[in-house]
């Protein structure tokens, strides 16, 4: 039987955004370029995203997204093309997780191989946490950091996998769906704080005596508490001890096997930005918010 824990996830909150034992990974994942073959806009195009047509509807999305994921395995990491990639293929997911079956595929239908792969793991886990809150009235009171580099988290996974045995991947989807990997500051309605969304008397039972805001206790906590609840071996009585909801269980699931199954899935994870559902419509809180205001980019 599973047992409840006093964690408490800021999924609630992160919903109405739109995530070998003590050993590391037998293989990295791979990184090859997303393969397929080639009505959504992006949301802050530059000159270099309008010369390729990101934001012209009259090309159709499925080579818009063949494109986009083509900048994010190809392009340097962090940089202004990427960003602008991934956020399309966020806001894409995003919004086919709202259309009807037959209009998602067929936008699935003209992708290919890792492209469609991808874009449908993406829209399944969108259809999860969509539906589990309502947009909310009012802002939420964080603030939104710059997180640590792709290849700075990466080690603090691999490293938690190694002490504890839970799967690097699952760790990572985890940060993406409660903070989008460091990106939220701010305590949840019920309390929990952190990157990993902690309650302070959970992680003073898994911190070993860290700082739950450092990214490093915060990912190695939770490696502890998911390993003292099933992990590797049952993932998914693991997950649920994180946060009570099979949709969360899903939702962080198929993130993690994208993550298992290439290495680029990681890069474009991490590029995605928070996306609030607002009532008034999905709002974009950058990169020094409050302080820098929200951008609305969908109703």
């Not at 992006?42 to 080579?63: I, K, R």
């Not at 649920?240 to 939702?251: C, E, G, K, L, T």
């Amino acid at each position: 039987m599973r047992t409840r824990l006093a964690v408490s996830s800021a999924v609630t909150a992160l919903a109405a955004l739109t995530a070998g034992c003590g050993s590391e990974p037998s293989s990295e994942p791979v990184r090859t370029p997303f393969t397929s073959p080639s009505t959504l806009a992006a949301p802050t195009p530059s000159e270099s995203s309008s010369s390729v047509g990101l934001d012209d509807e009259s090309v159709p999305l499925a080579e818009r997204l063949t494109h986009a994921l083509k900048v994010v395995s190809s392009a340097p990491a962090g940089s202004a093309e990427v960003r602008e990639a991934a956020l399309f293929e966020q806001t894409a997911a995003r919004d086919l997780a709202r259309k009807p079956k037959a209009e998602r595929a067929d936008v699935l239908g003209a992708l290919g191989g890792a492209d469609r792969t991808q874009l449908e793991a993406d829209i399944a886990a969108a259809r999860e946490l969509m539906v589990m809150t309502d947009p909310q009235p009012k802002l939420p009171q964080w603030r939104i950091l710059t997180p640590p580099k792709p290849e700075e988290l990466k080690p603090l996974y691999h490293r938690a996998q190694r002490e504890t045995g839970t799967p690097w991947h699952y760790l990572a989807a985890i940060h993406l769906v409660e903070t989008r990997m460091g990106r939220i500051r701010g305590t949840s309605t019920a309390g929990a704080q952190g990157p990993m969304q902690f309650l302070p008397s959970t992680f003073a039972q898994y911190g070993a005596g860290g700082d739950i805001n450092d990214p490093a206790d915060a990912i190695m906590a939770a490696g502890r508490m998911l390993a003292s609840n099933g992990a590797p071996r049952d993932m998914a009585g693991a997950l649920w001890s994180y946060n009570h909801s099979d949709r969360y269980v899903a939702a962080v699931s198929t993130y993690a096997r994208q993550m298992k199954r290439s290495e680029v899935a990681y890069d474009l994870y991490w590029h995605w930005q928070v996306l609030y559902r607002h009532q008034d419509g999905t709002m974009m809180l950058p990169e020094g918010y409050p302080k820098t205001k929200p951008v609305k980019i969908a109703d």
